[in-house]
């Protein structure tokens, strides 16, 4: 059995593509997801499969479309591939305010991110990850997930380090 960390890209937002988080782990479970949790409302979800990664995103990604009728973009991690993605992390983390990471569902060809006004913001992309460190705030940084995605033709979906950091304890407890 594996366990993955699973990410969906944009629920709960702005009040678009409300998907309660109860109603969202009785999906999980009824598609034979075992030990579903879920974490605070922006899609976050820890569970188990014997499936593949790329079955385990391609079945919650119809699943949703069917009871909710959203298309949701789906990511998922192992939570060894998790933890590298944290320990590679490229600036401080000193503050852990204005540190993030945007997790991509592919490598991107490009490794550079052409984004005018980026101030004090910082980005570094390695593999399918690009690290953001935002000291502007992330309400005010230009590396959104909009921006990265256009950019870099990729699907992007990013969690602040606190919410990264609890996304692995979660995964690893027994």
Do not use: H
């Not at 782990?25 to 075992?34: P, S």
């Not at 060894?80 to 992390?89: A, L, V």
């Amino acid at each position: 059995m594996n366990t993955y960390i699973v990410l969906l890209r944009g629920i709960n937002v702005s009040g678009k593509n409300k998907i309660p988080m109860a109603e969202l782990r009785a999906l999980l479970n009824d598609l034979k997801f075992q030990e579903v949790q879920t974490y605070i409302q922006s899609g976050n979800i820890i569970l188990k499969s014997e499936l593949s990664k790329e079955e385990v995103c391609k079945k919650i990604n119809l699943g949703i479309k069917d009871k909710f009728g959203f298309d949701i973009p789906v990511l998922a991690r192992t939570p060894e591939e998790w933890g590298k993605t944290i320990e590679k992390y490229p600036f401080s983390i000193e503050n852990e305010k204005i540190v993030a990471f945007s997790f991509l569902n592919k490598v991107p060809e490009q490794k550079e991110l052409e984004v005018k006004g980026l101030n004090e913001d910082q980005y570094q992309i390695v593999d399918d990850v690009v690290y953001l460190y935002c000291p502007s705030s992330f309400a005010n940084t230009k590396l959104t997930n909009n921006t990265i995605e256009k950019k870099l033709a990729v699907i992007a979906t990013t969690r602040n380090y606190k919410t990264t950091i609890k996304l692995l304890e979660m995964a690893t407890i027994n």
